[in-house]
């Protein structure tokens, strides 16, 4: 087990959405606020990969729509709910938090489930004393939203149950943040192979070209601040040591099981008793 040092709690938050002249709010091209139905289009057309990567990793879904076992799960930057329902259909309870109050009214409106409470909060918020702990926690492509990734991992960290797992991942790209030159060359590269491969009907790659040239989607992505791929994995090494990686195309994964005793972690301690050391990821180790 790491004996790394723990880093203090997170202290108080910036404002979600910065205020203009006359407090009007200014849109913020980082922010998703506008986008949340084209998001949630774009994400259903790419994410296949990713959802099959993090069905493998949790446990399997209950017959016929009814939930697999017990348990609690947190999808932390939900989005418009992409992947909380396959925590919804897996665990009997689910916490979605998103900082976005309109990716939050979407994924209500659009994937409502009864065991899921979806809220509009900051990730770095979620902490034991308030929200227990977790058997999985999943976090994909909201990393390098927030600006201190050591401190939102820690507090990942913080909140999952001994033997929980938690399933990171998120685009790390050596430029940063890439020019709307490269998106869009990136984004023809992406529809010629689509075609050329039969990698989805073709009005399917028409429309994800459309969707990846619209010019508020250039703005939002031309304006991320990307992951290094050195500092991704100094950073999650550090964290969470022993985990399993793995990539898809620009965006790197992480896959890990929260040891099932602690040193020095008095949440997971007091709350279980457990005292023996566990075991790490089943698969190989980074
Ligand atoms: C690219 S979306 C990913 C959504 C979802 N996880 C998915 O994979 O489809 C990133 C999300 O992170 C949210 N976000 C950004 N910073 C956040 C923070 N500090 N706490 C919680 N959510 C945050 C954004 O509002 C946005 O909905």
């Not at 033997?163 to 790209?173: E, F, R």
């Not at 990846?212 to 500092?231: A, N």
């Amino acid at each position: 087990m790491s004996s790394s040092p723990r880093p203090p709690v997170a202290g108080p938050l910036p404002p979600a959405t910065p205020a203009g002249p006359g407090g009007a709010p200014v849109r913020d091209p980082r922010s998703l606020d506008h986008l949340t139905a084209r998001y949630h289009r774009y994400a259903e057309l790419v994410g296949a990969e990713l959802r099959a990567w993090l069905s493998f990793h949790l446990p399997r879904p209950g017959r016929s729509g009814s939930v697999a076992g017990a348990g609690r799960a947190l999808d932390a930057g939900c989005g418009t709910g992409a992947h909380t329902t396959l925590l919804a259909d897996r665990f009997t309870e689910v916490l979605a938090v998103d900082i976005s109050g309109p990716m939050v009214d979407y994924a209500r409106g659009r994937r409502p489930r009864g065991n899921v409470r979806y809220e509009v909060r900051d990730l770095r918020s979620v902490t034991p004393s308030m929200d227990g702990l977790f058997d999985a926690i999943v976090c994909a492509h909201t990393l390098h939203y927030v600006g201190d990734v050591a401190r939102a991992l820690w507090r990942l960290r913080s909140v999952v149950r001994p033997g929980g797992t938690v399933l990171l991942v998120d685009v790390v790209d050596e430029r940063g943040s890439p020019s709307r030159a490269w998106l869009r060359r990136q984004a023809w590269t992406r529809f010629v192979e689509d075609i050329h491969r039969h990698r989805r009907p073709v009005r399917q790659a028409a429309e994800l070209l459309r969707l990846s040239l619209d010019c508020d989607w250039l703005d939002h992505e031309s304006t991320d601040r990307l992951l290094m791929p050195g500092d991704w994995h100094a950073v999650v090494r550090a964290v969470f040591p022993g985990a399993t990686l793995a990539t898809f195309d620009r965006a790197h994964a992480l896959s890990w099981t929260a040891p099932r005793a602690e040193a020095g972690c008095p949440d997971s301690a007091t709350r279980t008793g457990a005292r023996t050391a566990g075991a790490g990821p089943a698969e190989g180790r980074q």
